[in-house]
């Protein structure tokens, strides 16, 4: 390596670091090495190998080096205003549980129309390394998943298992296939004990016990522990309840599970859970009873619903652009706060009488988006566990805060530093203050003109700042976009279908 190349490539470890609010010594302890090493790296004085640029990637969840071809830059042009329609595609965060739970199943399952994004092509690799076969069959995306007679554990894609989010989700399901398996994961050992802690609580009532060292979950399982009595979950997590919930769908006996989650894509894993004939009662509710079976060997056909936060996605390139749209398969339900939220501040809008999903169950409309003066809510904006405001689409109303005149406060209380990300729409013209590392005022309406931003490693917030770029005049760059490919799929080509102008693009050399 060239000594002006360790310096760059140290340079971009630096920048991603910082972006995702780590300290070298955090950093260093996700990878298993010293706060010295991490020095040395960002001053550019190391060799690095490319696994250990891919790690490093991993672990600040950026790409800052994208070999091949180089990484994918979106050239926007506006501003755009926006007309025809669209619809929702399925929920990436159902279509991850669900690949984790095809492995409860002897039996073949045929998932519909699953969202084909980066997260989703890992886990597939991951499982296809445990023996399981998997093809697309068509282009509607739907995937067939036939599992092998005997899980290959041993032999777990450790590549692509560390480059997911989600392989924690393969604790429940694999606690009643062996009892002991190992599972690779992202980063070293302090992974948060925080996000690792409350899926073990709900699994130790299984007879689980984890250890997690050298970047692996070392699992044992006692067949003899069941639970005695309800299990509580210590935080109402999404991932956390289906864990439990693919645990309970395994043993014969009657599971209760407290606070659970009762979120879009832990309702979709419900009804997928009674396609298999398990018994689950509460589906909606903070508490599940789950009456599981010794065995599931049956051939299933399942359709996930539509992904609420991207409907909320598509509605705010409409507010921010000011466009009339319409949204067809809107999943309602999960939409209600947010529509709620927006109507208070000014935003007009028309939705068709409510049909059902795919899955039979959950409630979509079509939604006509209206030309709207938007001014700031009377109180500040702040998300809570379902039927609450969604988490994840806090963030898009930091862009619809910039067109609303007034001042609008956003209290992002679940996450550490996500709401930091907020303030790169400054660049672009707006006025948004970092209040703490939790809250941001906004003060609008803003006249937005082009700029070029690197994408931040957050996937909702890079999304807001491209929204927030179609309202911009002239021309903008937002650099680096993989962490938009985790989590949309084909989103620039798809407002491009609504009007928008926003061309991908590769640097030619580095």
Same mark, same amino acid.
């Not at 159902?94 to 095809?102: E, H, I, K, P, R």
């Not at 994004?117 to 998997?134: D, H, K, M």
């Not at 009662?281 to 996930?304: C, H, K, R, S």
């Not at 809107?330 to 208070?344: G, K, M, Q, R």
């Given at each position: 390596m060239s000594e002006g190349y360790k310096g760059r490539i140290g340079n971009l470890i630096r920048d991603a670091r910082t972006h995702r609010g780590l300290t070298q010594a955090q950093l260093a302890e996700r990878l298993g090495t010293s706060q010295s090493a991490i020095n040395r790296i960002e001053k550019g004085q190391q060799n690095l190998t490319l696994e250990t640029i891919a790690r490093i990637s991993d672990a600040v969840d950026s790409e800052i080096v994208s070999l091949g071809a180089g990484p994918v830059h979106l050239?926007?042009?506006?501003?755009?205003?926006?007309?025809?329609?669209?619809?929702?595609?399925?929920?990436?965060? =159902?279509?991850?549980?669900?690949?984790?739970?095809?492995?409860?199943?002897?039996?073949?399952?045929?998932?519909?129309?699953?969202?084909?994004?980066?997260?989703?092509?890992?886990?597939?690799?991951?499982?296809?390394?445990?023996?399981?076969?998997?093809?697309?069959?068509?282009?509607?995306?739907?995937?067939?998943?036939?599992?092998?007679?005997?899980?290959?554990?041993?032999?777990?894609?450790?590549?692509?298992?560390?480059?997911?989010?989600?392989?924690? @989700?393969?604790?429940?399901?694999?606690?009643?296939?062996?009892?002991?398996?190992?599972?690779?994961?992202?980063?070293?050992?302090?992974?948060?004990?925080?996000?690792?802690?409350?899926?073990?609580?709900?699994?130790?009532?299984?007879?689980?016990?984890?250890?997690?060292?050298?970047?692996?979950?070392?699992?044992?399982?006692?067949?003899?522990?069941?639970?005695?009595?309800?299990?509580?979950?210590?935080?109402?997590?999404?991932?956390?309840?289906?864990? =439990?919930?693919?645990?309970?769908?395994?043993?014969?006996?009657?599971?209760?599970?407290?606070?659970?989650?009762?979120?879009? @894509?832990?309702?979709?894993?419900?009804?997928?859970?009674?396609?298999?004939?398990?018994?689950?009662?509460?589906?909606?509710?903070?508490?599940?009873?789950?009456?599981?079976?010794?065995?599931?060997?049956?051939?299933?056909?399942? =359709?996930?619903?539509?992904?609420?936060?991207?409907? @909320?996605?598509?509605?705010?390139?409409?507010?921010?652009?000011?466009?009339?749209?319409?949204?067809?398969?809107?999943?309602?339900?999960?939409?209600?706060?947010?529509?709620?939220?927006?109507?208070? @501040?000014?935003?007009?809008?028309?939705?068709?009488?409510?049909?059902?999903?795919?899955?039979?169950?959950?409630?979509?409309?079509d939604i006509t988006t209206k030309h709207s003066v938007l001014h700031a809510p009377n109180d500040k904006i702040h998300p809570m566990p379902f039927p609450g405001l969604n988490i994840d689409n806090l963030p898009f109303f930091a862009v619809i805060a910039t067109v609303a005149t007034g001042s609008t406060l956003l209290h992002d209380w679940v996450y550490e530093n996500r709401a930091i990300y907020l303030t790169e729409l400054t660049k672009l013209g707006g006025q948004v203050k970092l209040l703490d590392p939790h809250r941001v005022m906004i003060e609008g309406p803003t006249h937005f003109s082009g700029a070029e931003i690197v994408c931040p490693p957050a996937l909702r917030p890079a999304v807001v700042i491209l929204l927030a770029m179609l309202a911009s005049k002239g021309t903008s760059v937002l650099r680096s976009t993989y962490v938009i490919a985790r989590g949309y799929e084909d989103l620039a080509e798809r407002l491009n279908e609504l009007g928008a102008n926003i061309e991908p693009f590769r640097d030619l050399s580095h």
């Open positions: 050239r926007v042009t506006g501003p755009t205003t926006l007309s025809g329609s669209i619809a929702v595609k399925t929920s990436k965060n =159902a279509g991850v549980a669900l690949l984790c739970a095809s492995l409860l199943n002897r039996g073949r399952t045929t998932l519909r129309k699953v969202a084909r994004i980066e997260e989703v092509n890992r886990l597939i690799e991951v499982l296809n390394s445990l023996g399981v076969q998997t093809r697309w069959l068509n282009d509607d995306n739907d995937l067939e998943i036939v599992p092998p007679r005997e899980l290959r554990l041993d032999n777990v894609d450790e590549d692509a298992a560390r480059r997911t989010r989600s392989v924690i @989700m393969f604790l429940g399901p694999l606690l009643h296939r062996a009892r002991t398996f190992d599972l690779p994961y992202a980063g070293g050992c302090n992974l948060g004990t925080r996000t690792v802690e409350p899926h073990m609580s709900a699994l130790r009532s299984f007879g689980l016990e984890v250890k997690a060292t050298d970047g692996a979950y070392h699992a044992t399982v006692d067949p003899r522990i069941v639970p005695g009595r309800p299990i509580v979950l210590t935080e109402r997590g999404d991932t956390v309840t289906e864990n =439990a919930l693919m645990a309970a769908a395994l043993h014969p006996g009657t599971t209760v599970i407290r606070n659970a989650s009762s979120n879009y @894509m832990v309702q979709d894993l419900c009804f997928y859970l009674q396609r298999l004939g398990v018994r689950v009662e509460g589906i909606g509710t903070t508490t599940l009873t789950v009456t599981g079976l010794e065995t599931i060997d049956v051939d299933v056909d399942y =359709a996930p619903a539509e992904d609420p936060i991207e409907a @909320m996605s598509l509605l705010a390139a409409a507010i921010v652009t000011d466009s009339e749209i319409t949204i067809r398969r809107v999943p309602i339900e999960f939409l209600e706060i947010e529509l709620a939220t927006l109507e208070e @501040m000014g935003f007009h809008y028309e939705r068709s009488e409510e049909y059902d999903a795919a899955n039979g169950k959950t409630r979509l409309v």
